[in-house]
């Protein structure tokens, strides 16, 4: 937080104080609110330092046990590959493939439902709002060659 | 006796419009256009305005062949809003997402009530009867009062408006936190993420550090559904392992209907209260529903006697601020019919509906279509009605969503969560500032700071920001035009009264200890 700040102020420092020479609308440049922000933030960091440094609780750790930190990890690096391919397979097919894994992986289903599920949910998503309410979705590579997806 | 003559006149011109807004053809187009705004309101990334500016070109349709001509273009149009509205807390309450931006305060009380609690059906019976009732005030005082109200809103310069946010933030300070300062962190960091992009006033770049994708801005919604859909996801895989599943009440129906309305008795006049604040938000031009939510969030924790359990389901955390949020929407009516100038985004994309059908809004529509305000304001009655009717039936249908298998309904929020923020500007830069700030909820989370201020900061960063700069530019750069006007010094004194508050709490408290301490020695 308080290398955020740092930057920011750093950043805005140019015009962070109240200019009273007319170079800007109403004396104040672009420069002085996030300046100011930043600056709440190291001060109320600080704070926050300081009691952290005066407290006597020595907590328990960060990550309690080893599956503290493989959980969310199992959840997260799905997303991340979901979204880093969506610009090349498109939407839908990331919808259904990602639907389809956590049916398979998480939810242990039959391949049969876990392929309902991986088409059922694009399908439905695709009519509610490409057909219903004309927002488009990313589409795949393949698009721009007259691909559906 | 002219008070009287204008009473029973307005419940004259009234009962006219609920003639018009009950012909059959009104009534049927006011259920299409609640209906579709309750869907709307449910799908991420659609929201109100879109919903009404996609139905705007058949309105002209409506309003030059139908039987009802402009009234009934308005009726659907509004209806949408009104379905909206109540629409968008579904998908807070149920998945931690929001599905409007004013209900993103819901996220803050209505999640926790609905999961961590296990009453999904009482989170949302209780947010559709705050609905309802802050919609109902709004539109009394719309009735009586839309004229009147309309003339002072212009005298609520930016000055005044400053003074408002400024208590929002105060209100907030200190918010599930043990620590006021980690609550002062977040605002900051709010503000600094609103501040990011070109400078509204001078188009100088900020914090941009030379990439084009951010020169627009950093949005908040893309922003709220990282910190709280994704993190909640990531923190449930923590606290509660993979694939687990809710241990929720299954039974749904009538016992919670009656719990909802025990709770609401308990907490009626904060509800009154919110709504009157929420409906004032909306008259004034320009802010409507989304900050009218965040204030009444505010100042009902500040004066509930329940405040340690706000941000861990306080039911008083779901009505306030939907009370506030609905109100508002009514009252940013108020401007766009009185004086024709929109209070919100929304009455902006009717206010083009109306320059469509003919109609010139402003003082002269209640003398030339007197048919037209009254038909409008009275399906604004039915419109609530008719919306709360339909969320109440389907409150057991909705609540039993929360019964999903984990491994579908996970993957489901987080396609649903890259949906709305992909569709606010069709850019993948979104999508990746959800992921991130997902991470990033998640940490704070588990840091244990609180997510409400640092939202409230990046929805309000904006407006008080302007506010700030439009009163000092209108000053000439003297900040004395904050204590300049008696509205402006008593709300500026309100603002730095309410900003000391937890300063004075907390060292009254620190001196209670080190009394009792030294006692005990």
Redesign the interface.
Same mark, same amino acid.
Do not use: C
């Given at each position: 937080m308080i290398l955020i700040a740092a930057v920011a102020m750093f950043d805005s420092r140019a015009s962070a104080l109240p200019d009273p020479t007319g170079r800007f609308p109403g004396g104040l440049g672009p420069g002085f609110y996030p300046f100011w922000s930043a600056a709440m933030i190291a001060a109320a960091a600080l704070v926050v330092v300081y009691r952290w440094y005066r407290s006597t609780d020595t907590g328990e750790g960060v990550f309690a046990t080893r599956e503290a930190w493989t959980a969310p990890l199992k959840i997260a690096l799905p997303m991340i590959a979901a979204v880093a391919v969506i610009q090349w397979i498109g939407f839908y097919f990331v919808t259904g493939l990602y639907m389809g894994f956590f049916a398979r992986f998480i939810g242990r289903y039959r391949w049969v439902w876990v392929v309902v599920i991986a088409v059922v949910f694009p399908a439905l998503i695709y009519l509610a709002f490409e057909k219903g309410f004309r927002v488009f979705l990313p589409k795949s590579i393949l698009f721009e060659q007259g691909f559906p997806l | 006796m002219d008070i009287l003559n204008g009473f029973t006149s307005t419940l004259g011109s009234l009962a006219g419009g609920f003639g018009t807004a009950l012909q059959p053809f009104n009534l049927l187009l006011l259920s299409i256009g609640c209906f579709l705004g309750l869907i709307?309101g449910v799908?991420p =990334?659609?929201g109100g305005t /879109?919903g009404v500016a996609?139905l705007l070109p058949i309105t002209v349709f409506i309003a030059n062949s139908g039987p009802g001509g402009a009234t009934s273009a308005v009726i659907l149009l509004a209806g949408i809003y009104w379905g909206a509205l109540f629409g968008g807390v579904i998908t807070s309450i149920l998945f931690n997402i929001p599905g409007e931006p004013w209900s993103v305060v819901l996220l803050f009380d209505g999640f926790p009530l609905a999961k961590r609690l296990g009453k999904p059906a009482l989170a949302l019976s209780s947010s559709f009867f705050a609905s309802f009732i802050g919609a109902f005030i709004a539109t009394v005082l719309f009735t009586f009062f839309a004229r009147a109200l309309a003339d002072v809103a212009l005298a609520f310069g930016p000055a005044e408006l400053f003074a408002v946010f400024i208590m929002s933030f105060a209100t907030l300070i200190g918010l599930g936190s043990e /620590?006021p @300062?980690?609550s002062? &962190?977040m605002?900051?960091?709010g503000?600094?993420l609103a @501040? +990011?992009g070109f400078?509204t006033?001078?188009g @100088?770049p900020?914090?941009t550090?030379d990439r084009i994708e951010i020169l627009s801005g950093i949005g908040f919604v893309p922003v709220t559904i990282g910190l709280f859909g &994704?993190g909640e996801?990531?923190?449930s895989?923590?606290e509660q =392992?993979?694939?687990f599943v809710e241990r929720l009440s299954a039974k749904v129906g009538v016992k919670d209907i009656l719990e909802t309305l025990r709770e609401l008795r308990k907490r009626i006049w904060t509800v009154v209260v919110t709504a009157v604040i929420g409906f004032w938000f909306g008259v004034l031009p320009g802010h409507g529903a989304t900050a009218g939510s965040f204030l009444g969030y505010g100042l009902a924790r500040q004066y509930s006697k329940n405040k340690e359990n706000f941000g861990k389901g306080e039911i008083t955390g779901i009505m306030a601020p939907q009370a506030a949020a609905d109100a508002s929407a009514v009252g940013s009516l108020v401007p766009m019919v009185a004086l024709g100038v929109p209070g919100s985004p929304t009455s902006a994309v009717i206010m083009a509906g109306l320059f469509i059908w003919g109609l010139q809004p402003g003082p002269l529509l209640f003398i030339d279509h007197p048919d037209f305000v009254w038909g409008l304001t009275a399906s604004i009655y039915l419109g609530h009605l008719l919306t709360f009717t339909m969320c109440i039936l389907a409150v057991p249908l909705l609540a039993r969503i929360m019964h999903a #298998?984990?491994?579908?309904i996970? #993957?489901?929020i +987080?396609?649903i969560s890259?949906?709305g923020s992909? /569709?606010l500007n069709?850019s993948?830069f979104d999508?990746?500032i959800t992921?991130a700030f997902?991470?990033v909820g998640?940490w704070l989370r588990?840091m244990k700071y609180p997510l409400a201020p640092l939202v409230v900061a990046i929805v309000l960063?904006d407006s008080t920001?302007r506010e700030?700069?439009?009163?000092?530019?209108? /000053?000439? =750069?003297s900040p004395l035009i904050f204590v300049g006007s008696p509205l402006a010094a008593t709300l500026m004194i309100l603002a730095v009264i309410l900003l000391l508050v937890p300063v004075v709490r907390g060292l009254r408290e620190r001196r209670a200890r080190n009394a009792s301490v030294e006692h005990a020695a």
């Open positions: - | 709307i799908l =990334g659609l /879109s996609i /620590s @300062a980690k002062v &962190m605002i900051g960091l503000l600094l @501040a +990011v400078d006033i001078t @100088a900020r914090l550090f &994704m996801i990531l923190a895989a923590e =392992g993979i694939g #298998p984990y491994a579908i996970t #993957p489901f +987080v396609i890259i949906i992909y /569709s069709n993948m999508v990746f992921i997902g991470f998640y588990k960063g920001e700030l700069r439009k009163a000092l530019i209108a /000053s000439g =750069g």
